[in-house]
């Protein structure tokens, strides 16, 4: 078991950048209440029984996903959702991707260093989980949003938004969402703005998404 981190040392990049989406829904197992901190599990995505939202208790204002999308495909084979055309946009030009070996996550990275990834994180209580972190001080930044007619919400456990990265996560089932995030070089052109080519991405996830339902 592994004790929860302070808010500045919870969000490490990596080079998958799955565990920043994972480290979201992690924020759930942990207790808002100064110096009682509630152990969190050491398997990153996980969350309690008890802490996830169902739909019988999910908050008011969270919205609901009218056309569910079935992403077990690109769960098995997440790298398939951008091509190297469209993930190299975001990055200056694709170098590689690599697939994460303990999540159905996927990472481009960059010619200069950029990295952009999505990470689908299932049966963890979907917006409910987003929204209740978002709202309760487990996340630096939310805000709700849409994409592709899909509910979402620009939100994460460390504010990076005005130099090197983003994160949104989109809601594609009432239990399941994805997150796309990036991290970026200071010498990336998009450098300062990176939510725009998270939103971006994401639109095209959910339309390879709809493409392979």
Not at 35 to 49: E, H, K, L, M, Q
Not at 129 to 143: C, D, L, M, P, W
Not at 160 to 168: E, L, N
């Amino acid at each position: 078991m592994t004790a929860c981190a302070s808010k500045d040392d919870q969000v490490t990049k990596t080079s998958t950048l799955a565990a920043a989406a994972a480290t979201l829904f992690l924020a759930a197992a942990c207790s808002s209440t100064p110096g009682t901190p509630s152990p969190a599990p050491s398997n990153a995505g996980s969350v309690p029984s008890g802490s996830v939202p169902t739909s019988s208790d999910t908050a008011p204002g969270v919205p609901k996903v009218s056309a569910p999308l079935n992403a077990a495909k690109y769960e098995q084979d997440p790298c398939s959702l951008l091509t190297k055309e469209q993930a190299g946009q975001f990055i200056g030009g694709l170098r590689a991707s690599s697939k994460d070996s303990s999540s159905p996550a996927c990472t481009w990275n960059g010619e200069n260093g950029d990295s952009i990834g999505v990470t689908f994180i299932p049966n963890q209580g979907g917006l409910a989980t987003v929204y209740k972190n978002g709202r309760n001080g487990g996340s630096a930044y939310f805000e709700p949003a849409e994409v592709a007619g899909y509910p979402a919400a620009y939100v994460d456990v460390s504010d990076d938004r005005k130099t090197i990265g983003c994160q949104i996560s989109v809601g594609i089932t009432d239990s399941e969402v994805f997150a796309v995030s990036n991290n970026l070089q200071t010498s990336s052109p998009l450098y300062g703005k990176p939510c725009p080519a998270v939103l971006k991405a994401a639109e095209l996830v959910v339309a390879k998404l709809k493409d392979g339902a």
